[in-house]
């Protein structure tokens, strides 16, 4: 069975940088098409980035375009990374890795086949 185990999340004042990281094991032997999504205090969970199996087409949410910036690790291609700078208090949120059956420019929670147990990232001002 599929298993995703996110990390990287931490305490960071506003501006800074953050890096996550995001393994897969336990899945079929083949590249998963894998996604960021966060949850937000209070609000419901929002797509950040998307990345397609190739590595060579990605997506981002609105409100990070620019700011963040999804990767895949060239010798472990279901290791997936999500770089985020100039971070702003609003990015406060639990982070959250997901694989998405087919890529799109902005994949719903319904599109997700598989989810972390999440990462907590928070921003002081």
């Known amino acids: 069975q599929m298993q995703l185990v996110e990390s990287g999340g931490a305490l960071v004042q506003a501006g800074e940088s953050l890096r996550l990281s995001c393994a897969a094991s336990?899945?079929?032997?083949?590249?998963?098409?894998m996604a960021w999504f966060r949850q937000p205090p209070g609000k419901e969970r929002e797509f950040v980035a998307v990345?397609?199996?190739?590595?060579?087409?990605?997506?981002y949410g609105d409100s990070v375009k620019d700011r963040f910036d999804i990767s895949r690790d060239s010798a472990d291609k279901n290791t997936i990374f999500l770089q985020m700078n100039s971070l702003k208090p609003e990015d406060t949120a639990v982070y959250y890795c997901?694989?998405?059956?087919?890529?799109?420019?902005?994949?719903?929670?319904?599109?997700?086949?598989?989810w972390g147990q999440g990462t907590q990232v928070t921003v002081s001002s």
């Open positions: 997901a694989t998405i059956e087919r890529l799109s420019s902005s994949p719903s929670v319904g599109d997700v086949l598989t």
């Open positions: 336990g899945g079929l032997p083949v590249t998963y098409t």
């Open positions: 990345i397609s199996r190739s590595g060579s087409l990605t997506y």
